[in-house]
């Protein structure tokens, strides 16, 4: 079963706080419910693959000024069939940024989100079930966007709000504050 692979993640996850509870919860369910769970054309919703990129040496991530959006997020993006979704996460951040040289500090899951894609011309209102990553890389490395992004930045943990103050977002920040993935 595709599934299984997530669903031994997800099990392993423990939340950050209740709002992440929850959407863990909603993410065990509809992987449990959905064996289609990993396909874009799903119309109701889709796992999706993210990473939160940093630099432990100079505690700044990784944002991007995504296209469609217009907002700042970290890179990530449809697993389109793919149910190794830390798989995704490492070729969105790598086709996003053009970092070759990101490595995975954990093959574990660093955050679950799950949020509202609003409709478009092409598409319906739907979910993603975003499973998040944690990626280290070098910031002194030239960043490369591409048509997905209008830009990117290097930004310390302390600023990120300022680019985008959404729970989901400062949730990881204040992850990587408390955290000792880097001693």
Known sequence: MKRNQLLTLLN???????????????????VAQNPDCFERWLAIGHVTGSAWVVDSSSQVALLMHHQKLDRWFQPGGHADGESDILKVALKEAQEETGLN????????IFDVDVHLIP??????????????FLFEANSQI?????????????VPYTKVHDYNSSPSIVRMVEKMKISNFFE
């Open 12 to 30: 392993q996850h423990i939340p950050f706080d209740n709002e992440e509870h929850q959407m863990w919860q909603d993410t065990l369910q509809f």
């Open 101 to 108: 040289d990101i490595r995975a500090v954990s093959s574990q």
């Open 119 to 132: 409709a478009n011309s092409k598409e319906a209102a739907h979910l993603h079930y975003d499973i998040r």
């Open 142 to 154: 030239p960043l490369k966007q591409n048509s997905e992004s209008k830009a990117l930045a290097w």
